[in-house]
């Protein structure tokens, strides 16, 4: 490996990580010496106290498994339904619809989603629906336009002769996209599933206007809850935000085996 | 075909069940719901606690304690109130009470409020609270948020300085006095961003000899304070402290580093609201500051604002009676003192001031001074009933920020500023 | 097999969506609910007229926060994936650190951003200076030169991992045939990365674009964060005004004017950008 190659990836990390060192020695810091000036790289003393904090005074613990349950669910089921529209329309035939399809998905990420909270609240208020860690999962859940259009960037990169030999073979399109398409995507269902996730995670706006009930709350909205009129309590949001990154960053962790594995075995043979 | 009904089947199946999911309500049991606005972790965990002693003395009311985030508060206060979501007790700032008394959406409280014996240890200015809008009250002021003059005790000894600035002339010099660049020290932790507004202009207004207590920016003889012959003068002192006492970085200070700035010493004089006290006693202790009075402007007099927060009750809400038995109890004398000494803001009942020492002596001892001396320091209000209001603290924003950087003169600015509130 | 997706899609957004740009053709302001009625392009011309919020600067800002952040988000991110691609020692622990930038909350980003650039507290001033390429701390946000430059910095180092990872994952899918083919023929590394890696992974490099544009202009977390729009507006967006209006100044109708603005202009573009991309896929 050239040193040129690894004086840009050093760089590349080092600007990555810069701020996270921030964040972790802030959250192990004496709240006396977060404050201080000159700035203190290397604190005298490390303490946890700030996590015993979060997670007794703040209950932090509700907050994650709330999250978890959320981020999961809807991710999981976002994922089922944009993989398969996302292969649908990638194999769609009708060239002129497919646009139309194409550009109406887009479409809903135009939407700025401030602007959208209100006529969303008040249909979700009309049904009676606020306030229910359900209906915040249906409601991500429903977010699917991310899905299936990387979806189906990726399986445009797929041969339509993958699957036509499954089919010849007696499955129905469905079977072939479980048993050949999708072993093939691996990396791009590992990447998908890992920012639907991750999006999910770290939602907040909906989150606060939805939800009220405090046993109901998510990881975002207990973070954000440390700003008060009388400022930001940084010790606890700092420990939150380190506890708030594991689950994603272990996600991110094990998925970019997946998405890299497919180097050394998965050249589509043609 | 076939998987799209069983799609929508499924999707119409869960919101069945999420719907039936909803608790019924049961024939004698109650359950109210109390959105915050001023959420903090301390307050809520207050809050609940008086929530428990109110539960426990009436056993068929359950409360719900509703605190989103305080970034998030006004805008889910908005939405929830105006889709009429069930809600019997709301925090209400002083800033947008009035949409609501415009849309009919509080309860009248004057007749609540005159059969209830504690309302008569509460403050004038409580009443003038109270009575916010169309002088009729729509909700019960539960604490003050007041400005006064945070000063570093131990950083001002060691520059060498032991007065107490009592004059906005005097403040200016002694933040001028203390500033070296070169070594960091500077002298007033100003507010650049963030509605810099409430700090701003009330620095300004100080020398002017006429504010109307209604409009802060009218005079009293009706023409606009922006016009008035002393106001660019005063502006362009406030500038000059900002250019020789302020780091130029201290334009995009908001709440946050101007706090941070008083508490690492950079800079010693600190304008705040008293909720600012707690925040400062866990970052450096309360011996190495005081508080004193704002200081007065050329006119003997200074002008204050009286931000408040205060229950109210939606005018839907169907349990209006168990609401009010709460309010009563969370607004008594003893409860409104503990929240205070807990959350930092200024309590509303005379009696507490008279009686506890917690608030009559110390650092609070400033604010005392500040409410009961009224021929030097005069209680004004933002004019909060005017349309062009909401917009406002963007515009001067960003137009103070241009003055203060020179892109534009005081006197553009104070014209622009005029012809906003024309 | 779309219908489902379709379906979800027009309860979540498409039915909402016509009541918000319903919205900016009311009058609707919540200071006086007793009046709104249908006010035709009042709203519009409000939003657009107004003499305190330059409307030409607003535009400036949001095509140079969206341009600025999204070519250097991609190249970054595109190189980051490239050199990702080969296996090398640590790699996999590598790419886990490189790649966390992205799951960190919105509102944090903001904040944790304006304390780094803080001028006086701030860790890039303080870094700076000891390596000695500053004398004086500078006033990343309190400087209306550089306060753009400071956010679309911290959007870029949010945005790097998402291509990273799209990219990452679309290179898995180039055959190494074609690559194999290529260096017969003679061509250099330069000469592979045009011929062959970016019209293989085109379609993923379509959509990734779009949808980061789009997300960039709608989300005004880190500005807000960091300048709340200042100094000066020199970060006012579209998508920060829009939240000025709708949450602060509680005009819902100029709000939503301010968001079909928004719609329109993304709409316009994701027309021309993919009728001019479908042109050079191999396929659509």
Same mark, same amino acid.
């Given at each position: 490996?050239?040193?040129?190659?690894?004086?840009?990836?050093?760089?590349?990390?080092?600007?990555?990580?810069?701020?996270?060192?921030?964040?972790?020695?802030?959250?192990?810091?004496?709240?006396?010496?977060?404050?201080?000036?000159?700035?203190?790289?290397?604190?005298?003393?490390?303490?946890?106290?700030?996590?015993?904090?979060?997670?007794?005074?703040?209950?932090?613990?509700?907050?994650?498994?709330?999250?978890?349950?959320?981020?999961?669910?809807?991710?999981?089921?976002?994922?089922?339904?944009?993989?398969?529209?996302?292969?649908?329309?990638?194999?769609?035939?009708?060239?002129?619809?497919?646009?139309?399809?194409?550009?109406?998905?887009?479409?809903?990420?135009?939407?700025?989603?401030?602007?959208?909270?209100?006529?969303?609240?008040?249909?979700?208020?009309?049904?009676?629906?606020?306030?229910?860690?359900?209906?915040?999962?249906?409601?991500?859940?429903?977010?699917?336009?991310?899905?299936?259009?990387?979806?189906?960037?990726?399986?445009?990169?797929?041969?339509?002769?993958?699957?036509?030999?499954?089919?010849?073979?007696?499955?129905?399109?469905?079977?072939?996209?479980?048993?050949?398409?999708?072993?093939?995507?691996?990396?791009?269902?590992?990447?998908?599933?890992?920012?639907?996730?991750?999006?999910?995670?770290?939602?907040?706006?909906?989150?606060?206007?939805?939800?009220?009930?405090?046993?109901?709350?998510?990881?975002?909205?207990?973070?954000?809850?440390?700003?008060?009129?009388?400022?930001?309590?940084?010790?606890?949001?700092?420990?939150?935000?380190?506890?708030?990154?594991?689950?994603?960053?272990?996600?991110?962790?094990?998925?970019?085996?997946?998405?890299?594995?497919?180097?050394?075995?998965?050249?589509?043979?043609? | 075909?076939?998987?799209?009904?069983?799609?929508?089947?499924?999707?119409?199946?869960?919101?069945?069940?999420?719907?039936?999911?909803?608790?019924?309500?049961?024939?004698?049991?109650?359950?109210?719901?109390?959105?915050?606005?001023?959420?903090?972790?301390?307050?809520?965990?207050?809050?609940?606690?008086?929530?428990?002693?109110?539960?426990?003395?009436?056993?068929?009311?359950?409360?719900?304690?509703?605190?989103?985030?305080?970034?998030?508060?006004?805008?889910?206060?908005?939405?929830?109130?105006?889709?009429?979501?069930?809600?019997?007790?709301?925090?209400?700032?002083?800033?947008?009470?009035?949409?609501?008394?415009?849309?009919?959406?509080?309860?009248?409280?004057? =007749?609540?409020?005159?059969?209830?014996?504690?309302?008569?240890?509460?403050?004038?200015?409580?009443?003038?609270?109270?009575?916010?809008?169309?002088?009729?009250?729509?909700?019960?002021?539960?604490?003050?948020?007041?400005?006064?003059?945070?000063?570093?005790?131990?950083?001002?000894?060691?520059?060498?300085?032991?007065?107490?600035?009592?004059?906005?002339?005097?403040?200016?010099?002694?933040?001028?006095?203390?500033?070296?660049?070169?070594?960091?020290?500077?002298?007033?932790?100003?507010?650049?961003?963030?509605?810099?507004?409430?700090?701003?202009?009330?620095?300004?207004?100080?020398?002017?000899?006429?504010?109307?207590?209604?409009?802060?920016?009218?005079?009293?003889?009706?023409?606009?304070?922006?016009?008035?012959?002393?106001?660019?003068?005063?502006?362009?002192?406030?500038?000059?402290?900002?250019?020789?006492?302020?780091?130029?970085?201290?334009?995009?200070?908001?709440?946050?580093?101007?706090?941070?700035?008083?508490?690492?010493?950079?800079?010693?004089?600190?304008?705040?609201?008293?909720?600012?006290?707690?925040?400062?006693?866990?970052?450096?202790?309360?011996?190495?500051?005081?508080?004193?009075?704002?200081?007065?402007?050329?006119?003997?007099?200074?002008?204050?604002?009286?931000?408040?927060?205060?229950?109210?009750?939606?005018?839907?809400?169907?349990?209006?009676?168990?609401?009010?038995?709460?309010?009563?109890?969370?607004?008594?004398?003893?409860?409104?003192?503990?929240?205070?000494?807990?959350?930092?803001?200024?309590?509303?009942?005379?009696?507490?001031?008279?009686?506890?020492?917690?608030?009559?002596?110390?650092?609070?001892?400033?604010?005392?001074?500040?409410?009961?001396?009224?021929?030097?320091?005069?209680?004004?209000?933002?004019?909060?009933?005017?349309?062009?209001?909401?917009?406002?603290?963007?515009?001067?924003?960003? =137009?103070?920020?241009?003055?203060?950087?020179?892109?534009?003169?005081?006197?553009?600015?104070?014209?622009?500023?005029?012809?906003?509130?024309? | 097999?779309?219908?489902?997706?379709?379906?979800?899609?027009?309860?979540?957004?498409?039915?909402?969506?016509?009541?918000?740009?319903?919205?900016?053709?009311?009058?609707?302001?919540?200071?006086?609910?007793?009046?709104?009625?249908?006010?035709?392009?009042?709203?519009?011309?409000?939003?657009?007229?107004?003499?305190?919020?330059?409307?030409?600067?607003?535009?400036?800002?949001?095509?140079?926060?969206?341009?600025?952040?999204?070519?250097?988000?991609?190249?970054?991110?595109?190189?980051?994936?490239?050199?990702?691609?080969?296996?090398?020692?640590?790699?996999?622990?590598?790419?886990?650190?490189?790649?966390?930038?992205?799951?960190?909350?919105?509102?944090?980003?903001?904040?944790?951003?304006?304390?780094?650039?803080?001028?006086?507290?701030?860790?890039?001033?303080?870094?700076?200076?000891?390596?000695?390429?500053?004398?004086?701390?500078?006033?990343?946000?309190?400087?209306?030169?550089?306060?753009?430059?400071?956010?679309?910095?911290?959007?870029?180092?949010?945005?790097?991992?998402?291509?990273?990872?799209?990219?990452?994952?679309?290179?898995?899918?180039?055959?190494?045939?074609?690559?194999?083919?290529?260096?017969?023929?003679?061509?250099?590394?330069?000469?592979?990365?045009?011929?062959?890696?970016?019209?293989?992974?085109?379609?993923?490099?379509?959509?990734?674009?779009?949808?980061?544009?789009?997300?960039?202009?709608?989300?005004?977390?880190?500005?807000?964060?960091?300048?709340?729009?200042?100094?000066?507006? =020199?970060?006012?967006?579209?998508?920060?005004?829009?939240?000025?209006?709708?949450?602060?100044?509680?005009?819902?109708?100029?709000?939503?004017?301010?968001?079909?603005?928004?719609?329109?202009?993304?709409?316009?573009?994701?027309?021309?950008?993919?009728?001019?991309?479908?042109?050079?896929?191999?396929?659509?």
């Amino acid at each position: 490996m050239g040193s040129g190659k690894v004086l840009i990836l050093f760089f590349y990390l080092a600007f990555a990580v810069m701020p996270l060192y921030w964040i972790i020695i802030t959250s192990l810091k004496d709240i006396k010496e977060i404050y201080t000036f000159p700035l203190l790289y290397f604190p005298s003393q490390l303490g946890l106290e700030s996590y015993r904090k979060l997670f007794s005074f703040a209950k932090f613990g509700i907050y994650f498994r709330n999250s978890l349950l959320v981020s999961a669910l809807a991710a999981t089921g976002a994922l089922i339904v944009c993989l398969i529209s996302g292969f649908g329309l990638s194999r769609y035939r009708l060239k002129r619809s497919k646009k139309a399809i194409l550009l109406g998905l887009y479409f809903t990420q135009m939407v700025p989603g401030f602007l959208l909270m209100i006529p969303l609240f008040t249909m979700l208020s009309r049904l009676r629906l606020t306030d229910s860690l359900g209906a915040l999962i249906a409601v991500y859940g429903m977010t699917v336009a991310f899905g299936t259009i990387m979806s189906k960037s990726f399986f445009d990169r797929i041969p339509v002769s993958l699957e036509e030999a499954a089919l010849i073979d007696g499955c129905n399109t469905l079977q072939a996209l479980y048993h050949v398409i999708l072993p093939v995507s691996l990396p791009a269902v590992v990447a998908i599933l890992s920012f639907e996730f991750v999006g999910f995670w770290n939602e907040l706006f909906l989150a606060v206007m939805l939800l009220s009930t405090d046993t109901n709350m998510t990881v975002p909205v207990a973070l954000n809850s440390f700003i008060s009129k009388s400022g930001v309590e940084w010790d606890v949001l700092s420990a939150g935000l380190v506890v708030a990154l594991l689950p994603t960053m272990i996600l991110f962790a094990i998925g970019q085996k997946f998405i890299i594995a497919g180097l050394t075995e998965g050249s589509v043979k043609g | 075909m076939k998987r799209v009904c069983a799609v929508v089947s499924f999707v119409i199946l869960v919101m069945g069940c999420l719907a039936l999911a909803q608790p019924c309500a049961a024939a004698e049991a109650v359950k109210l719901n109390l959105l915050e606005r001023y959420t903090s972790p301390e307050r809520t965990a207050f809050i609940k606690d008086v929530v428990k002693t109110f539960e426990a003395a009436h056993p068929n009311i359950t409360i719900n304690v509703i605190s989103p985030p305080f970034d998030q508060a006004e805008a889910k206060l908005n939405m929830m109130i105006n889709a009429k979501e069930p809600l019997d007790i709301v925090e209400i700032s002083n800033l947008t009470i009035k949409q609501f008394v415009n849309n009919g959406l509080l309860e009248n409280l004057e =007749s609540r409020i005159a059969s209830w014996p504690d309302a008569k240890s509460w403050l004038p200015l409580t009443f003038s609270a109270a009575r916010f809008v169309d002088n009729t009250a729509y909700l019960m002021p539960e604490f003050y948020f007041i400005k006064a003059l945070f000063m570093r005790t131990d950083v001002l000894k060691k520059l060498g300085v032991d007065t107490v600035p009592t004059t906005m002339q005097q403040l200016y010099d002694l933040s001028k006095k203390i500033t070296k660049p070169a070594a960091n020290q500077y002298g007033f932790a100003f507010r650049g961003k963030g509605n810099p507004y409430r700090t701003s202009d009330y620095m300004i207004l100080a020398d002017l000899p006429n504010v109307d207590p209604k409009n802060v920016y009218r005079t009293t003889d009706g023409k606009l304070v922006f016009e008035h012959s002393q106001f660019v003068k005063s502006l362009k002192a406030y500038i000059e402290l900002f250019k020789t006492a302020v780091p130029p970085d201290g334009i995009n200070w908001g709440f946050s580093e101007q706090v941070n700035a008083f508490a690492s010493g950079v800079a010693p004089l600190l304008i705040q609201d008293p909720d600012t006290v707690a925040l400062v006693d866990r970052q450096i202790g309360r011996d190495k500051y005081t508080v004193v009075p704002m200081p007065l402007g050329i006119s003997g007099k200074t002008y204050l604002d009286y931000g408040f927060g205060g229950l109210a009750i939606p005018s839907y809400s169907t349990n209006k009676d168990a609401a009010w038995e709460f309010m009563k109890l969370f607004s008594a004398p003893k409860q409104n003192a503990e929240l205070c000494k807990k959350y930092g803001p200024l309590p509303t009942h005379a009696v507490t001031y008279k009686e506890d020492p917690y608030f009559s002596t110390g650092v609070y001892k400033a604010w005392a001074v500040e409410m009961n001396t009224p021929d030097k320091y005069t209680f004004v209000r933002f004019p909060t009933d005017s349309p062009v209001f909401p917009g406002w603290a963007q515009v001067q924003q960003q =137009s103070m920020q241009a003055t203060l950087l020179g892109q534009i003169t005081a006197e553009e600015a104070a014209a622009k500023w005029a012809g906003y509130w024309k | 097999m779309l219908m489902p997706a379709l379906l979800l899609l027009a309860l979540r957004i498409y039915l909402p969506v016509v009541q918000s740009i319903a919205l900016a053709f009311r009058q609707y302001n919540l200071l006086n609910l007793s009046n709104t009625g249908f006010n035709g392009l009042a709203n519009f011309r409000a939003v657009i007229l107004d003499p305190n919020a330059d409307f030409l600067r607003i535009l400036l800002n949001t095509f140079v926060w969206v341009a600025g952040s999204l070519i250097l988000q991609f190249v970054l991110g595109f190189t980051l994936a490239l050199l990702l691609c080969k296996p090398f020692p640590g790699r996999g622990l590598y790419a886990s650190c490189v790649f966390y930038p992205w799951a960190v909350s919105g509102f944090a980003i903001g904040l944790v951003w304006s304390w780094l650039f803080n001028g006086q507290f701030g860790l890039v001033n303080d870094v700076l200076m000891r390596l000695g390429f500053l004398a004086h701390p500078i006033g990343f946000l309190s400087n209306p030169r550089f306060a753009m430059m400071s956010v679309i910095v911290a959007n870029v180092w949010y945005g790097i991992p998402f291509f990273g990872i799209m990219l990452l994952a679309a290179l898995q899918s180039v055959p190494r045939e074609l690559y194999e083919s290529a260096e017969v023929e003679g061509a250099g590394k330069i000469r592979q990365l045009f011929s062959v890696t970016i019209p293989c992974v085109l379609p993923v490099i379509v959509s990734t674009t779009l949808l980061r544009m789009m997300w960039i202009m709608n989300f005004p977390d880190i500005i807000y964060g960091m300048t709340d729009g200042g100094p000066v507006n =020199s970060t006012t967006t579209l998508a920060i005004q829009m939240i000025n209006r709708t949450y602060l100044e509680f005009n819902y109708g100029q709000g939503a004017a301010i968001g079909v603005i928004i719609m329109a202009i993304q709409f316009t573009y994701a027309f021309i950008y993919l009728s001019v991309s479908s042109r050079s896929e191999i396929e659509l």
